[in-house]
Structures are given as structure tokens and as C-alpha cells.
């Protein structure tokens, strides 16, 4: 069964190497990949000593044990990882608040925490007395949640800069089991300076000793390599006697791990109604500046969250140097700050550095003169964006690709919001069902 795997991300790398460890001949799995180097959005990059993740600080954590211990067991084992203890704050004007946001109300400033404190229980009493089903529209579940002070105070500005879109465009769907939720009584305390906490299910996650996030997928990829044609991209898809010509190249099965967003323009001859709905999907990019630093110290912190307009157009700062020894050199330190844009829009001009670091340096995360340089990289699919058409787009793309036999796989392979463990796991599932399906026909 000659299968072609599109994408050598995460999830393409192991699904080939679940296949065949599963019994699938080696020769028979070919990875096709644009880059000159495998990874995808789990790749890193080393400038003058410094290591940083292209795609934003990744960590990993997993509640799927097994998936967890196979990534490890991959990249070196046990003690190719060091275990960190989360430490994430938010930075609100010049205060360190805890997260979650709403289990740190006791470290903002007394009328900030009065308006906080009143609308998350004027929301959770008015949930209590009209039992109201979570609002579609994001802007106003957050009020129904949290209500009007944290929403004024934090999840409005930080998630307007993470979104790029008015609130109201975005469908609350995406928030359940992600955004955190707070008993009443853990807010009560928090906000009177006893400390609760929230989030606990990941409050220590693991990272690479050597080499940044991309050990992981190197250790992946390393027995795959040979399957991997790099700097390949896949430029069309066209329907064969009984499988798919990729590149002009027959084989008898394809999953795609490549955006939703970007088939139409591969695939040849799609119908207008499929292509349609692909083209409509909304995403975010990314772009990622490494800052090295040079000092030796860095607060013991994991990453921090910045919500306000003042301290610039970077969302969230990773305290990249604190996840492993060697990503700084000795001495030096390194912080790598997140920027978002609508997807298929221009990345933000030269200017972007400047507003970076006075954004920093106005909230007091670092001072101009410790930066040594900057570095950048700029990955076009990096967050799906749950609109309000996301659903229909969506289920309108994946059944008319099961009805080709392309099969979709990954983050934006399926567009979904999947971090690198849930993408192990759901290469795991698919590799199961070829190779019962191979063992069958
Ligand atoms: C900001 C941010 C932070 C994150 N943090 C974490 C975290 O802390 N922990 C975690 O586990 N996960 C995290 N994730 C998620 C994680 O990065 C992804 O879930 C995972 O890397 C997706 O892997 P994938 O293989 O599905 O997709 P990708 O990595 O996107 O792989 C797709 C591959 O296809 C290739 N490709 C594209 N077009 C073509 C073409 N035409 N022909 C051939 N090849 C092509 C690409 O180059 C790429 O290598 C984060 C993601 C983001 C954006």
C-alpha cells in the first residue's frame, strides 16, 4: 500500500513512523515536505548561541501518559528532558498578577479588583438565577462567565490583541475546557489575598535538555529521515485510477497534514462548494522575536501574558532561556515574544522590533540597553480562528475529502486547535486504522 504522507510536521513524522513500526514496509511511506528541514511548527532555530521555537515557546505536556512517554522515548528518553514548574503571570501595569486571571484578583490594584470582584459575581448570581445557556458569541460568553470587570480589565484587550477581530466575530466554542473555570469561592478568596490556584492540571511540563522543541521531532523523524523528501512541496493532487498522483506520482492512499485553507490550490479539479468553504476558514499568523539578552538573570518565570496596548503589540513573552540550559549562552539570557496577524495579510513591517521592545520596556520586562540583537521568523498558519462559519466550513471540507479518500490529519490538516501530544495521539488512532484497514484488504 504506497502511502503518501503531506507534511513532515509532528504529525506527519508520526504517523509514518507509527506505520511502520505497525508493519508497513518502509519503502512504501514517502513524506513529501516544502522546508528544507522537518518540523513544521515545531521547529527551532539557533542564532549566535541562542535557541529559540519559531512557532512560539512549546512545551510539553500531555494527560495522555502513553502518548507523552512515546515522545519522550522518541527524542532520547527520560533524561534527554528537564521538568519545569509552570510559572505564568500576567503583567498588569507594573504588578505580576497570578494566573489564571480570575485566582489573581488580590494582586491588582484595589479599584481594578473591586471591578473584577462585583461583575464575576454579578455573572455567576445572574447564572444562578436565569440558569442561561453559554452565550455563541465570544464577547458575551466572557461577560456571562467572568463578567464586565475582567472582561474590561483583561479578557477583552488581551484577546482583541491575540484575535485581531472584534470579539463578537468569534464563537465561544473554542473556550470550553480551555479557558479555565474558577469556583465562586476560589475568586472570593483570590481577590482578598488568599491565594488559590486555578490551571493545576499543567503545572509542571517537560522540554528538551539539547536543541529546543525541534528534539522532538528530529528524535521523531530520525528513523523516518531517509522517507522524507525535503524542500518538496506538494503542488498538485490529482485523482488516479485507484489512489492519487502526488507530484505526477501514483500511490494508493494520501493524508494530508497540509492547511485545509491552501488544498484548493493543490487539488485538482475540486468542486466549487468544498474549495469554497476551505478558502473561508480564518486563521492567524505568527511572528516570533527572539530577544537575547545580555544578562545573566531572568526572573523565574515561564511565560507571561501582556494584555495592554501600552506594553506593545507582543501577546505573550516566553522566558526562553529558563526552559533548558543552553539555549542562552553562559551569561545571557533570552525572551521570545509572540505577535499575531490575520492569516494571508502581510507580516507587521520593519517597525516591528522597535514597538516590541519599548512595549517591553515600558512594562518593565527589560531595559533597551541589555538587548544584544533580535531575531525573527514568521509562520503563515499558526492559530485557527473560530468565527462564527467555522463549524459549517469545516464539516462542509473534511466530508468531501473523506468522500475522495484524502485523509486529513494535524492542526491545520483538520484545523483544529491541537497541540503536538494531541497530534501524536490522533496519528496514533490513524495509523491503527490503516494498517487494520492494510491487514484487511
Ligand atoms: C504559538 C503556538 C504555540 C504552541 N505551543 C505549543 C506547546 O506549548 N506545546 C505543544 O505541544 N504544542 C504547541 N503548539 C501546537 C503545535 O505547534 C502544533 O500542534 C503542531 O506542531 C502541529 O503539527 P502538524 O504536523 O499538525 O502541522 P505542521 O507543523 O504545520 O506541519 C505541516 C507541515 O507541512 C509542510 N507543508 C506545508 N505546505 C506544504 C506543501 N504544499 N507541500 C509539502 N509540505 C508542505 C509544512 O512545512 C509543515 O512542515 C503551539 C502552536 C502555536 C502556533
Given at each position: 500500500?504506497?502511502?503518501?504522507?503531506?507534511?513532515?510536521?509532528?504529525?506527519?513524522?508520526?504517523?509514518?513512523?507509527?506505520?511502520?513500526?505497525?508493519?508497513?514496509?518502509?519503502?512504501?511511506?514517502?513524506?513529501f515536505e516544502?522546508?528544507?528541514?522537518?518540523?513544521?511548527?515545531?521547529?527551532?532555530?539557533?542564532?549566535?548561541?541562542?535557541?529559540?521555537?519559531?512557532?512560539?515557546?512549546?512545551?510539553?505536556?500531555?494527560?495522555?501518559?502513553?502518548?507523552?512517554?512515546?515522545?519522550?522515548?522518541?527524542?532520547?528518553?527520560?533524561?534527554?528532558?528537564?521538568?519545569r514548574?509552570?510559572?505564568?503571570?500576567?503583567?498588569f501595569?507594573?504588578?505580576?498578577?497570578?494566573?489564571?486571571?480570575?485566582?489573581?484578583?488580590?494582586?491588582?490594584?484595589?479599584?481594578a479588583?473591586?471591578?473584577?470582584l462585583?461583575?464575576?459575581?454579578t455573572?455567576?448570581?445572574r447564572?444562578?438565577v436565569?440558569?442561561?445557556?453559554a452565550?455563541?458569541?465570544?464577547?458575551?460568553?466572557?461577560?456571562?462567565?467572568f463578567?464586565?470587570?475582567?472582561?474590561?480589565?483583561?479578557?477583552?484587550?488581551?484577546?482583541?490583541?491575540?484575535?485581531?477581530?472584534?470579539?463578537?466575530?468569534?464563537?465561544?466554542?473554542?473556550?470550553?475546557?480551555r479557558?479555565?473555570?474558577?469556583?465562586?469561592?476560589?475568586?472570593?478568596?483570590?481577590?482578598?489575598?488568599?491565594?488559590?490556584?486555578?490551571?493545576?492540571?499543567?503545572?509542571?511540563?517537560?522540554?528538551?535538555?539539547?536543541?529546543?522543541?525541534?528534539?522532538?521531532?528530529d528524535?521523531?523523524?530520525?528513523?523516518?529521515?531517509?522517507?522524507?523528501?525535503?524542500?518538496?512541496?506538494?503542488?498538485?493532487?490529482v485523482?488516479?485510477a485507484?489512489?492519487?498522483?502526488?507530484?505526477?506520482?501514483?500511490?494508493?492512499?494520501?493524508?494530508s497534514?497540509?492547511?485545509?485553507?491552501?488544498?484548493?490550490?493543490?487539488?485538482?479539479?475540486?468542486?466549487?462548494?468544498p474549495?469554497?468553504?476551505?478558502?473561508?476558514?480564518?486563521y492567524?499568523?505568527?511572528?516570533?522575536l527572539?530577544?537575547?539578552l545580555?544578562?545573566?538573570e531572568?526572573?523565574?518565570l515561564?511565560?507571561i501574558?501582556?494584555?495592554?496596548?501600552?506594553?506593545?503589540?507582543?501577546?505573550?513573552?516566553?522566558?526562553?532561556?529558563?526552559?533548558?540550559?543552553?539555549?542562552a549562552?553562559?551569561?545571557?539570557?533570552?525572551?521570545?515574544?509572540?505577535?499575531?496577524?490575520?492569516?494571508?495579510?502581510?507580516?507587521?513591517?520593519?517597525?516591528?522590533?522597535?514597538?516590541v521592545?519599548?512595549?517591553?520596556?515600558?512594562?518593565?520586562?527589560?531595559?533597551a540597553?541589555e538587548v544584544?540583537?533580535?531575531?525573527?521568523?514568521?509562520?503563515?498558519?499558526?492559530?485557527?480562528v473560530?468565527?462564527?462559519?467555522?463549524?459549517?466550513?469545516?464539516?462542509?471540507?473534511?466530508?468531501?475529502?473523506?468522500?475522495v479518500?484524502i485523509?486529513?490529519?494535524?492542526?491545520?490538516?483538520?484545523?483544529?486547535?491541537?497541540?503536538?501530544?494531541?497530534?501524536v495521539?490522533?496519528?496514533?488512532?490513524?495509523?491503527?486504522?490503516?494498517?487494520?484497514?492494510?491487514?484487511?484488504?
Amino acid at each position: 500500500m504506497k502511502t503518501a504522507i503531506l507534511g513532515a510536521g509532528i504529525s506527519g513524522l508520526a504517523l509514518a513512523r507509527f506505520l511502520i513500526e505497525g508493519g508497513l514496509a518502509k519503502g512504501d511511506v514517502s513524506l513529501f515536505e516544502a522546508a528544507p528541514a522537518i518540523g513544521g511548527l515545531c521547529a527551532s532555530k539557533t542564532v549566535d548561541g541562542f535557541t529559540y521555537d519559531v512557532t512560539g515557546g512549546h512545551i510539553l505536556y500531555s494527560k495522555d501518559l502513553a502518548a507523552m512517554n512515546w515522545i519522550k522515548a522518541c527524542a532520547g528518553g527520560e533524561r534527554a528532558f528537564v521538568k519545569r514548574n509552570r510559572n505564568t503571570k500576567i503583567r498588569f501595569a507594573d504588578r505580576w498578577v497570578h494566573y489564571p486571571f480570575e485566582n489573581g484578583l488580590g494582586d491588582l490594584p484595589q479599584q481594578a479588583n473591586f471591578d473584577c470582584l462585583k461583575g464575576y459575581v454579578t455573572a455567576w448570581h445572574r447564572r444562578q438565577v436565569d440558569g442561561s445557556a453559554a452565550p455563541a458569541a465570544f464577547d458575551a460568553w466572557v461577560r456571562w462567565r467572568f463578567g464586565e470587570g475582567i472582561a474590561r480589565h483583561f479578557m477583552d484587550p488581551y484577546n482583541e490583541k491575540v484575535w485581531k477581530r472584534p470579539l463578537a466575530q468569534l464563537s465561544s466554542d473554542w473556550v470550553a475546557g480551555r479557558v479555565p473555570d474558577a469556583p465562586v469561592d476560589d475568586v472570593l478568596r483570590s481577590s482578598i489575598g488568599i491565594r488559590t490556584e486555578g490551571y493545576t492540571h499543567q503545572a509542571s511540563f517537560f522540554y528538551p535538555s539539547h536543541g529546543g522543541f525541534q528534539a522532538i521531532t528530529d528524535g521523531i523523524g530520525a528513523s523516518v529521515l531517509e522517507r522524507v523528501r525535503l524542500s518538496t512541496p506538494v503542488r498538485d493532487l490529482v485523482r488516479g485510477a485507484s489512489g492519487w498522483r502526488v507530484n505526477g506520482e501514483e500511490f494508493d492512499r494520501v493524508v494530508s497534514t497540509l492547511a485545509l485553507t491552501d488544498l484548493p490550490g493543490i487539488v485538482k479539479h475540486m468542486p466549487r462548494a468544498p474549495a469554497e468553504a476551505m478558502a473561508a476558514l480564518e486563521y492567524n499568523s505568527i511572528t516570533c522575536l527572539l530577544v537575547a539578552l545580555d544578562r545573566a538573570e531572568h526572573p523565574d518565570l515561564s511565560w507571561i501574558y501582556l494584555p495592554h496596548a501600552e506594553q506593545g503589540p507582543t501577546n505573550r513573552v516566553t522566558y526562553m532561556s529558563n526552559y533548558a540550559p543552553g539555549l542562552a549562552p553562559v551569561g545571557k539570557s533570552s525572551l521570545l515574544c509572540e505577535v499575531t496577524h490575520p492569516g494571508g495579510q502581510p507580516y507587521p513591517g520593519a517597525e516591528l522590533e522597535r514597538e516590541v521592545i519599548e512595549g517591553l520596556e515600558a512594562a518593565g520586562v527589560l531595559q533597551a540597553r541589555e538587548v544584544l540583537f533580535t531575531d525573527r521568523t514568521s509562520t503563515r498558519h499558526a492559530y485557527v480562528v473560530f468565527d462564527h462559519g467555522y463549524g459549517a466550513r469545516r464539516r462542509t471540507a473534511l466530508e468531501w475529502l473523506e468522500t475522495v479518500e484524502i485523509t486529513p490529519l494535524g492542526r491545520f490538516g483538520r484545523f483544529e486547535y491541537d497541540n503536538s501530544d494531541q497530534c501524536v495521539i490522533k496519528a496514533r488512532e490513524l495509523a491503527g486504522r490503516l494498517l487494520a484497514q492494510a491487514r484487511a484488504g
